[in-house]
């Protein structure tokens, strides 16, 4: 079972240089989310999608675009990248509240 | 104050070592506990759901106190293996009421 998946593993960007990071999950899961993971401040909600067609923002949106025109695919997209950027990226899905959450095996990203 | 706080850490403890975990979340109408593991750069995975009643899985014990706000967790008969950082999750009540607060973690080394 594929689960999860996000690509790239690993990113280094230039400041100002934008990319698309991609996730995708064969579960079936309605409920789609992006997180930040920094050292101390544990992982942090970027943007979420409740299913294909409905977004919204998260803890921490500024800076990244989503977009959800499948069930299956949500990318997460850096228009401008900043050094604060730098961090580790995982997507998720679940069946919903109320029970667990899959995460992808994450992007480190470094932004220069 | 954080929304879910958890005991700094690290928690160093020798193999066959009971070890507790504590976390306090803010919002008294969370309804969904959870706690999860994440190894050195690896994705958070679920370890178990927490449940009013308490619930147990093996070797770890689950508490939920709505009234207090707190939630823990107790590792018995530590293995090596255990060796990770738990995250403390409850579910936030946003316009969905699908998202998760995670907290910062706490690490913890079982040494032999």
């Known amino acids: 079972n594929a689960g999860v998946t996000q690509t790239p593993k690993f990113q280094v960007l230039k400041t100002g240089q934008s990319m698309t990071l991609q996730c995708a999950q064969d579960?079936?899961?309605?409920?789609m989310s992006w997180y930040r993971q920094d050292p101390g401040m544990g992982l942090r909600l970027i943007h979420y999608?409740?299913?294909?067609?409905?977004?919204d923002q998260g803890e921490v949106p500024n800076g990244y675009n989503v977009s959800r025109s499948t069930t299956e695919d949500f990318p997460l997209r850096l228009l401008s990248a900043a050094p604060s950027q730098t961090s580790v990226y995982f997507c998720?899905?679940?069946?919903?509240?109320?029970?667990?959450?899959?995460f992808g095996q994450g992007t480190r990203l470094t932004v220069v | 104050r954080k929304e879910v706080e958890q005991d700094p850490g690290p928690f160093n403890v020798p193999e066959g070592a009971t070890v507790a975990f504590n976390c306090t979340y803010s919002?008294?109408?969370?309804?969904?506990f959870f706690w999860y593991r994440q190894d050195c750069r690896k994705e958070p995975k679920l370890l178990m759901s927490?449940?009013?009643s308490g619930n147990e899985d093996g070797r770890f014990t689950a508490q939920l106190n709505r009234a207090s706000q707190y939630i823990s967790l107790l590792i018995r008969d530590s293995k090596l293996s255990d060796s990770a950082t738990y995250l403390c999750?409850?579910?936030?009540?946003?316009?969905?009421?699908?998202?998760?607060?995670f907290g910062p973690g706490t690490r913890l080394s079982v040494l032999p």
């Open positions: 927490v449940y009013s």
């Open positions: 999608s409740v299913g294909a067609g409905i977004t």
């Open positions: 579960m079936n899961h309605e409920y």
């Open positions: 999750v409850v579910n936030a009540l946003d316009n969905y009421g699908q998202n998760f607060v």
């Open positions: 919002n008294s109408a969370s309804q969904s």
């Open positions: 998720a899905s679940s069946y919903g509240q109320g029970v667990g959450t899959f």
